[in-house]
T-cell receptor, first 114, second 116 residues
Framework: DAKTTQPNSMESNEEEPVHLPCNHS???????IHWYRQLPSQGPEYVIH???SNVNNRMASLAIAEDRKSSTLILHRATLRDAAVYYC???????????????FGKGTLLTVNP | NAGVMQNPRHLVRRRGQEARLRCSPM?????VYWYRQLPEEGLKFMVY????????ESGMPKERFSAEFPKEGPSILRIQQVVRGDSAAYFC??????????????FGPGTRLTVL
């Protein structure tokens, strides 16, 4: 799988937007960009995914650069419950391959201050 | 609709004992994945199973570890003769299918294994 690079940690204040960056300069045309997060003492939780266009759902927005070498997860109004480790993961679209393996890096630890 | 269930949530074993970790996938999901998370590290893929079949066990240690997903009942991850290095959080995930790059995996709360 192509590699992703994320900052080790970020800090935000409650009620403010948070932009979590991810670099994936070696991304290929068939790689989807997925984001998961892991709250303390819990299993990972799916957040959002996209291929080329920006995506929105009830949890977050995903902004993908035009060249797809980077993306940004946007939490529009951070709450204390958003404090977690956020993982940016690339997944190859290949029904015959081993794309089911999610490769988790170290992620970004988001701290939300009250 | 219940999510992925894992039990026990916490398991303590002495060196040399066996550990059995259970995972019940979400209703309607027939694909199960096991991951291990060592302290201060990210999750690492261990094994992928469908009902009665092991599809990919490339992430499993060669010895002492085994997994199954029987026709009836939960998926089981079994660790024989545990050692201190097996202490970790073990997460199970499930999905309705594995093809394509967009299938979401839904994770359970994990089993935290401590080997004394």
């Amino acid at each position: 799988d192509a590699k992703t690079t994320q900052p080790n940690s970020m800090e935000s204040n409650e009620e403010e937007p948070v932009h979590l960056p991810c670099n994936h300069s070696t991304i290929s045309g068939t790689d989807y960009i997925h984001w998961y997060r892991q709250l303390p003492s819990q299993g990972p939780e799916y957040v959002i995914h996209g291929l080329t266009s920006n995506v929105n759902n009830r949890m977050a927005s995903l902004a993908i650069a035009e060249d797809r070498k980077s993306s940004t997860l946007i939490l529009h109004r951070a709450t204390l419950r958003d404090a977690a480790v956020y993982y940016c993961i690339l997944r190859v679209f290949n029904s015959g391959g081993s794309n089911y393996k999610l490769t988790f890096g170290k992620g970004t630890l988001l701290t939300v201050n009250p | 609709n219940a999510g992925v269930m894992q039990n026990p949530r916490h398991l303590v074993r002495r060196r040399g004992q066996e550990a059995r970790l259970r995972c019940s996938p979400m209703k309607g999901h027939s694909h199960v994945y096991w991951y291990r998370q060592l302290p201060e590290e990210g999750l690492k893929f261990m094994v992928y199973l469908q009902k009665e079949n092991i599809i990919d066990e490339s992430g499993m240690p060669k010895e002492r570890f085994s997994a199954e997903f029987p026709k009836e009942g939960p998926s089981i991850l079994r660790i024989q003769q545990v050692v201190r290095g097996d202490s970790a959080a073990y997460f199970c995930a499930s999905s309705p299918r594995s093809s394509g790059g967009t299938d979401t995996q839904y994770f359970g709360p994990g089993t935290r294994l401590t080997v004394l």
